[in-house]
T-cell receptor, first 110, second 111 residues
Framework: ETGVTQSPTHLIKTRGQQVTLRCSSQ?????VSWYQQALGQGPQFIFQ???????GRGNFPPRFSGLQFPNYSSELNVNALELDDSALYLC?????????FGPGTRLLVL | GENVEQHPSTLSVQEGDSAVIKCTYS??????FPWYKQELGKGPQLIID?????GEKKDQRIAVTLNKTAKHFSLHITETQPEDSAVYFC??????????FGSGTQLTVLP
């Protein structure tokens, strides 16, 4: 059974740029959630996708957007990057309540 | 929205001793409470969870207790080992239909 994978592992961008992060779900999981984890803090829920539709959103501005594809893989897009967007971005897939996290993408905004 | 508070933020124990981490939540509709272990450079890994219809759950050296009346739940690790050293997060799933995480506990097991 293949777990959740994310790409890239690390990324450096400058303020104002746009970024796309990718996630491949665990086999059989139809739900994907994205989280932002700032250094020294717990993950914060960004949004969730279920069968290609957004199924819930946390307290993040519209410049954070996403997609889920028919194979249940997903993308997180962030426009107009700000310095505070520097964080570990985690993807979690699930079939039911138990979420399985990927290793994350470390984003640094300069 | 849901608020989850976690204590302590750091915890050091001697190998073989027990460790206890406590969390409180605010949403009385919360019904699922997972615990995650996060090692350096990795994503959180689910280690145990409990649902609101159960007061206690145990899996080998790890146990979780839930007090719905007081809205708090705890993680207990017995016979700690150096490989238990990591950051532990509690979380709750409530009426907003999303996981809300605590701020984490850095557990260090001293050999």
């Amino acid at each position: 059974e293949t777990g959740v994978t994310q790409s890239p592992t690390h990324l450096i961008k400058t303020r104002g740029q746009q970024v796309t992060l990718r996630c491949s779900s665990q086999s059989g999981h139809n739900t994907v959630s994205w989280y932002q984890q700032a250094l020294g803090q717990g993950p914060q829920f960004i949004f969730q996708y279920y069968r290609e539709e957004e199924n819930g959103r946390g307290n993040f501005p519209p410049r954070f957007s996403g997609l889920q594809f028919p194979n249940y893989s997903s993308e997180l897009n962030v426009n107009a990057l700000e310095l505070d967007d520097s964080a570990l971005y985690l993807c979690a897939s699930s079939f039911g309540a138990d979420e399985n996290f990927g290793p994350g993408t470390r984003l640094l905004v300069l | 929205g849901e608020n989850v508070e976690q204590h302590p933020s750091t915890l050091s124990v001697q190998e073989g001793d027990s460790a206890v981490i406590k969390c409180t939540y605010s949403d009385s509709a919360s019904n699922y409470f997972p615990w995650y272990k996060q090692e350096l450079g990795k994503g959180p890994q689910l280690i145990i969870d409990i649902r609101s219809n159960v007061g206690e759950k145990k899996d080998q050296r790890i146990a979780v207790t839930l007090n719905k009346t007081a809205k708090h739940f705890s993680l207990h690790i017995t016979e700690t080992q150096p490989e238990d050293s990591a950051v532990y997060f509690c979380a709750s799933y409530g009426s907003a239909r999303q996981l809300t995480f605590g701020s984490g506990t850095q557990l260090t097991v001293l050999p």
